[in-house]
């Protein structure tokens, strides 16, 4: 078995992700969400680390503001911790978002894979359509 395989046999924290997903929701509100890029997990056994970077919409319609989420997760003998960080990177034309993401996968190097793509538009109902693909029984916290 090679490194990649044992990569991809770790469990991580299958609930990490969407309990991410729904505190973003909650924080910035579905109806501020423009796009979503969800970057494949780090998973170490029963730990994981992710990275969501969110395209807001502004008053100004010309311009995006780009929020980082980031991750961390461990399935202990309590549960489920997650602590997700928020944090602000920037303003920007939403056109400037592709290239700055293309630069954040050359920098994690290979291995890493390339994000997910979600467009939301200011949509609860993408939103929710997203979080449908995700087991509910994933979505309830325990401990």
Do not use: C
């Not at 991580?12 to 501020?32: E, K």
């Not at 538009?121 to 939103?127: A, D, I, R």
């Amino acid at each position: 078995m090679g490194q990649d395989d044992i990569r991809s046999a770790d469990p991580g924290v299958p609930g990490a992700l969407p309990r991410t997903l729904i505190r973003l929701r909650d924080r910035l509100g579905a109806d501020s969400v423009d796009q979503l890029w969800i970057f494949p997990p780090v998973r170490r056994g029963r730990r994981e680390q992710g990275l969501v970077a969110v395209s807001t919409f502004q008053e100004d319609e010309d311009r995006r503001r780009m929020v980082t989420v980031s991750y961390n997760a461990e399935h202990t003998g309590q549960g489920i911790a997650i602590e997700p960080v928020f944090t602000h990177e920037g303003d920007a034309p939403p056109d400037r978002f592709p290239g700055v993401i293309s630069g954040v996968v050359e920098r994690a190097g290979t291995g890493r894979g390339k994000p997910r793509e979600v467009s939301i538009e200011g949509s609860n109902q993408k939103f929710e359509e997203l979080m449908e693909e995700f087991d509910a029984d994933l979505l309830i916290e325990v401990g």
